[in-house]
């Protein structure tokens, strides 16, 4: 058996691969009968596998160790091709929708494929080319100014992310300071983060007239995928977080004042949740990783075979290294049928929930892996998102195993943090919806629209006065508004359907199992709304789910004394 470290990497060759999708896509036109084009599809898909799986290795392999000059190099050698793939999936996708034999094709692999294809020929056209370059390059603008803060804090020089542990210290002055540091830089650099910021606007707009729409908002829909859903139905669902869970939060904040004995809390105190601190796991990486062995042998026969397949070709990279890049993501290894996880244990209570969300991805590509087209592999991002953080949820019964005698708080803190960010979330979402359909608002504008939308979804915030907070200046820090445009509602809508699996596996674990691994064997083969009937959850945009399930998540929090924490 082969672990990760034997996959094989070899910089692939372009030009031949441009070549011969060109030879086989000509050979599909001149097939006269439908098994004909099937034969081709498959050698198609297999090549694109090709290319994919030397990519994701190239990915893995440099954040595993980004001072690797090797793969360094080879990382952007497929930055500067990846368009030159897109543009050649671009005509396989024309292709296939032009293809005499559609329908008996589309009976093959299903509609869903030629209805993303149509999607994507949406979303791209030749006369936009210059313009998504120059997004990238605005893109990495902001990732750059950001990562280039150098604050002075504690007698060291820190970058934003290393400033995180200050802003959350149990000493009420570090934190405030560490706040200060931290938005101070956003402070003084405002007026290229608005540059930026509007450059984009502009950009996303013109390429939006240039595709034939009245504003990006419609682009930016298609971008993300959202083939069944659009913008009024999300505006039902964020009234309804305004309706249902902005009092519970409200109720929490001042749980969490009591709690911390203040008499009032402000915007620095509130990731500071118990005067004892966060719980956390109870033991070193080895040890927590021989408890998920446990855990996942335990919850399903499943569980337990995909987790030994991971631990066996060693695809789990997770404890934080110098050289390893930040953050935690899982990835998919096409020809090796692997899913691969990465993270940066780092002795906190997000080493649990980094590897339960991750195991969560992981678990549901494996459960796809015999997907008939790589592009049913993944779902698109609101419901990917339901198989991580509902495993999260499905594996509270475990808890206990990594935090002993502080399992119900963690379960506290897991659920209060889950639910507090669902407002923050869908004003993320709102304010994007007012600058593309604005798109000639002024920075000042914005920044009032901003602090308008937190006045409705965050009322108890307080930012003790401090002027670039108090005039709207928050969201600059979020990179998904730079980066990603509209890609943050996801992470809300599929959050109200993980809760619904808690309140299933409270009710009855079999059941709740059942419709999961449902859930996962689909992987991509269906749309968010079809995805949630085959999996009996309800849809977030139906007048009423929220409130139905905000109500047992608030009982299972009322019931919980937290002064003991
Ligand atoms: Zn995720």
Not at 133 to 146: D, F, G
Not at 367 to 395: C, K, Q
Request: charged letters at 30%; one cysteine or more.
């Amino acid at each position: 058996m082969l672990k990760f470290k034997d996959y094989e990497y070899k910089r692939p060759d372009i030009e031949g691969y441009k070549k011969e999708v060109r030879m086989l896509l000509e050979q599909f036109k001149q097939a006269d009968n439908v098994q004909g084009q099937i034969d081709v599809m498959g050698v198609l898909i297999q090549k694109y596998k090709d290319f994919e799986t030397m990519s994701e290795l190239c990915y893995i392999r440099n954040t595993i160790d980004t001072t690797d000059e090797f793969y360094d190099k080879e990382l952007e050698f497929m930055d500067e091709v990846l368009p030159e793939v897109e543009a050649i999936t671009t005509e396989y996708y024309k292709t296939i929708l032009s293809s005499k034999f559609r329908s008996e094709l589309e009976s093959k692999y299903g509609t869903l494929l030629f209805t993303k294809a149509e999607n994507k020929i949406q979303t791209f056209d030749d006369k936009i080319l210059d313009d998504l370059k120059r997004e990238n390059k605005l893109s990495t603008e902001y990732r750059k100014l950001i990562a280039s803060a150098e604050i002075s804090f504690d007698n060291k020089t820190l970058n934003l992310s290393q400033l995180t542990p200050y802003r959350e210290s149990d000493d009420r002055d570090i934190r405030k300071r560490a706040n200060e540091a931290y938005f101070g830089f956003m402070k003084n650099n405002r007026s290229e983060l608005d540059r930026i910021y509007d450059e984009l606007v502009a950009v996303r707009t013109t390429m939006a007239n240039k595709l034939g729409y009245d504003s990006f908002t419609e682009l930016g829909y298609k971008r993300m995928e959202r083939l069944d859903y659009n913008q009024d139905m999300v505006k039902v669902f964020r009234n309804q977080v305004r309706d249902y869970i902005v009092p519970i939060c409200n109720e929490l904040r001042e749980r969490q004042t009591k709690r911390l004995k203040m008499d009032g809390l402000k915007y620095y105190d509130e990731n500071y949740r118990f005067l004892s601190g966060n719980p956390i796991p109870k033991g070193d990486p080895d040890w927590i990783v021989s408890k998920a062995d446990k855990m996942y042998k335990e919850l399903s026969e499943e569980t337990d075979t995909f987790f030994k397949f991971m631990r066996e070709r060693e695809l789990l990279d997770l404890v934080t290294k110098k050289g390893k890049a930040g953050g935690g993501y899982c990835t998919y290894i096409a020809n090796n049928e692997a899913p691969f996880i990465f993270s940066n244990f780092n002795g906190t209570l997000g080493d649990v929930t980094v590897l339960t969300h991750e195991v969560g991805h992981a678990f549901q590509v494996y459960s796809s892996r015999d997907a008939i087209v790589p592009e049913y592999n993944w779902p698109t991002s609101e419901s990917a998102e339901i198989h991580s953080m509902g495993m999260e949820f499905l594996t509270w019964p475990w808890m206990d195993e990594f935090f002993l005698e502080d399992g119900d708080k963690f379960r506290y803190v897991h659920l209060e943090e889950g639910l507090q960010f669902i407002p923050y979330g869908v004003s993320v979402d709102e304010f994007q919806h007012y600058v593309y359909n604005n798109p000639t608002a002024t920075p000042d504008e914005r920044r009032a629209k901003w602090r308008e939308i937190e006045n409705i979804y965050l009322p108890h915030l307080d930012y003790d006065g401090y002027d670039y907070l108090e005039t709207g200046g928050f969201w600059q820090k979020q990179a998904h508004i730079y980066e990603m445009p509209f890609y943050y509602i996801d992470y809300t809508l599929a959050q109200i359907c993980a809760f619904q699996y808690l309140v299933k596996s409270l009710e009855n674990k079999e059941e709740a199992w059942t419709s999961y691994l449902k859930l996962c064997k689909a992987g991509g083969k269906d749309t968010f709304l079809g995805l949630l009937k085959l999996a009996d959850l309800e849809s977030p945009f139906k007048e009423g789910t929220v409130e139905n399930i905000t109500k047992v998540i608030k009982a299972w929090l009322d019931n919980v004394d937290d002064s003991k924490f």
